[in-house]
């Protein structure tokens, strides 16, 4: 999944949204200077990631996909599925996504020199150009794309994949449906074992 899916489910604690979101710029166990919860968020991001990419539904949208993203498919499924979830943010928040993400912002931008540099850089990107809130249009996820594809150096062919979105929209969006729906369970589940651990 990618950043929205991972603050939303972070059940609206500030130090698991912490780790929820730094996790990708922290190697391997170089988090011990940082609370037990924010811990607790990097260990969730990493549970959240591995039960993703071994997910059967989320096998199955890879397949969607044009053959020639090889490698990067989780990546653009990662970000179609923040497409779907901004898109039907109703669903799932009684908080209006504008608000939402404008609660993020502010949050990030107070304690982001306290954070790792990727991820500071990522905060004012984020903010620069609205992209939690930007998820839930085409051409926000276009952008998404684009940049990634630069970052890529163009191997990714990532660009490309909007046209797979607009394709594919129907059977992408039953897929993220279906699927985040056990995600959710997992996701509970998991923040109970956490927090046991962390009580015994």
């Known amino acids: 999944m990618n ?47 591995t039960f993703t990419d071994t997910h059967p539904i ?29 898109k039907n943010w109703s669903n799932y928040s009684e908080i209006p996504l504008n608000i939402y993400t404008k609660g993020i912002y502010s949050f990030f931008d107070s304690i982001k020199l306290e954070l790792p540099k990727k991820s500071q850089d990522f905060i004012n990107y984020m903010i620069e150009y609205n992209i939690l809130y930007n998820y839930q249009f085409e051409e926000g996820i276009a952008k998404v794309l684009n ?17 797979d979105l607009k394709q594919l929209k129907t059977e992408l969006e039953e897929d993220f449906t279906l699927f985040f729906e056990d995600l959710c369970k997992f996701t509970d589940k998991k923040l109970k074992e956490l927090n046991s651990n962390t009580n015994n």
């Not at 940049?147 to 046209?163: D, F």
């Open 3 to 49: 950043f929205l899916a991972h603050l939303y489910l972070s059940n609206n604690n500030s130090n698991i949204m912490i780790g929820n979101f730094i996790a990708d710029h922290i190697r391997g166990n170089n988090f011990e200077n940082y609370s037990k919860e924010i811990q607790q968020g990097i260990f969730l991001h990493r549970e959240i990631d």
């Open 58 to 86: 989320v096998r199955k949208s890879k397949r969607r996909l044009h053959q020639r993203y090889r490698h990067y498919d989780g990546v653009i499924i990662d970000i179609f599925y923040d497409f779907f979830l901004a």
């Open 147 to 163: 940049g990634m594809n630069q970052r890529t150096k163009g191997k990714s062919k990532m660009n490309l994949a909007i046209e």
